[in-house]
T-cell receptor, first 115, second 114 residues
Framework: AQSVTQLGSHVSVSEGALVLLRCNYS??????LFWYVQYPNQGLQLLLK??????LVKGINGFEAEFKKSETSFHLTKPSAHMSDAAEYFC?????????????FGKGTLLTVNP | NAGVMQNPRHLVRRRGQEARLRCSPM?????VYWYRQLPEEGLKFMVY????????ESGMPKERFSAEFPKEGPSILRIQQVVRGDSAAYFC????????????FGQGTRLTVV
């Protein structure tokens, strides 16, 4: 069974600062990994995904994430935060096998961007 | 191309009533998934449906909950005799036939049981 741990339920950064949101996973099979963003009263929007191709994945809005198998991590980064990045971010994992439609989500990290 | 449409956006039910949540997938998508988000929790998988078939309902509570995706019309998540613990945001996602990883989520239905 898969599980996801997001370190830090709340992260606060200044506008222009580096954004780093941490995600560690456990999976008994090669995983697919995802980051989603949820703006207030909105659905989840896919930021990026890793599906066993390049380990450094680039997504929308300047975000990227690196799959590190040895550390079982998939941390999300952005070099320079913008006010519009304030939202809740969810890391998710699915197994790469027969039930890869089933996502297991972390509890989320609320990102606050200060002017 | 409209996204995944869920309605209603907000639903208030008294304990013991029934709740019906609707999800219209994106055009061309034949796979539908329901997830529940309890307060302070991540989303939890409930059920995966294709047209007229339940593929995986391993995340559905054993009682009071049911889901369907008929040949025509939206997918329905039905909760009978709601209790306070059913209060949550319910999200629907859809994906095309050949790519589970291209799932798109709707805006969710926030159910409040009073």
């Amino acid at each position: 069974a898969q599980s996801v741990t997001q370190l830090g339920s709340h992260v606060s950064v200044s506008e222009g600062a580096l954004v780093l949101l941490r995600c560690n996973y456990s999976s008994s099979v090669p995983p697919y990994l995802f980051w989603y963003v949820q703006y207030p009263n909105q659905g989840l929007q896919l930021l990026l995904k890793y599906t066993s191709a390049a380990t450094l994945v680039k997504g929308i809005n300047g975000f990227e994430a690196e799959f590190k198998k040895s550390e079982t991590s998939f941390h999300l980064t952005k070099p320079s935060a913008h006010m519009s990045d304030a939202a809740e971010y969810f890391c998710a994992v699915s197994d790469g096998g027969g039930s890869n439609y089933k996502l297991t989500f972390g509890k989320g990290t609320l990102l606050t961007v200060n002017p | 191309n409209a996204g995944v449409m869920q309605n209603p956006r907000h639903l208030v039910r008294r304990r013991g009533q029934e709740a019906r949540l609707r999800c219209s997938p994106m055009k061309g998508h034949s796979h539908v998934y329901w997830y529940r988000q309890l307060p302070e929790e991540g989303l939890k998988f409930m059920v995966y449906l294709q047209k007229e078939n339940i593929i995986d309902e391993s995340g559905m509570p054993k009682e009071r909950f049911s889901a369907e995706f008929p040949k025509e019309g939206p997918s329905i998540l039905r909760i009978q005799q709601v209790v306070r613990g059913d209060s949550a945001a319910y999200f629907c996602a859809s994906s095309p036939e050949d790519s589970y990883t291209e799932a798109f989520f709707g805006q969710g239905t926030r159910l409040t049981v009073v």
